[in-house]
């Protein structure tokens, strides 16, 4: 029953981390759809219910590794963006002023060629 409560856990687990906190199973709650789980799948043919169950069982401690990756690391994800995000943002406030007010990604002269950090020469076909 343990396995089957770790799966009923899990697919908590996972619900919460899209819609909310409150979604998480307690340990009373798992144990009694674990319970009701292991009734119902009870009531299919023997063969059926050995393989669901050894589905089940073999599943679930992969899930809640799952979920508890993601969980552990969904708010580092998170910081990283945000740095990513205001790092960007702080450069290309850098650049704007390095180049007398041209946003990024266009050269004082207006042309369509993309700014590089490097020295890039462009050889253009003699017309």
Do not use: C
Not at 3 to 26: C, D, N, P, Q, R
Not at 66 to 83: G, I, M, P, Q
Not at 94 to 123: H, I, K, M, T, W
């Amino acid at each position: 029953m343990g396995l089957m409560k770790t799966a009923v856990s899990s697919i908590y687990g996972i619900v919460a981390i899209f819609a909310g906190e409150h979604w998480i199973a307690t340990d009373q709650e798992s144990d009694l759809i674990a319970m009701r789980l292991d009734a119902a799948l009870s009531t299919l043919p023997a063969k059926k219910y050995v393989a669901l169950k050894s589905y089940f069982e073999n599943i679930a401690p992969w899930v809640a590794l799952a979920v508890a990756v993601y969980a552990v690391n969904a708010d580092k994800w998170e910081r990283h963006a945000t740095l990513q995000r205001e790092r960007q943002r702080s450069s290309q406030t850098a650049s704007d002023v390095s180049n007398n007010g041209v946003a990024p990604g266009q050269s004082a002269d207006f042309s369509d060629e993309p700014r590089l950090a490097y020295p890039y020469v462009v050889e253009h076909p003699a017309q």
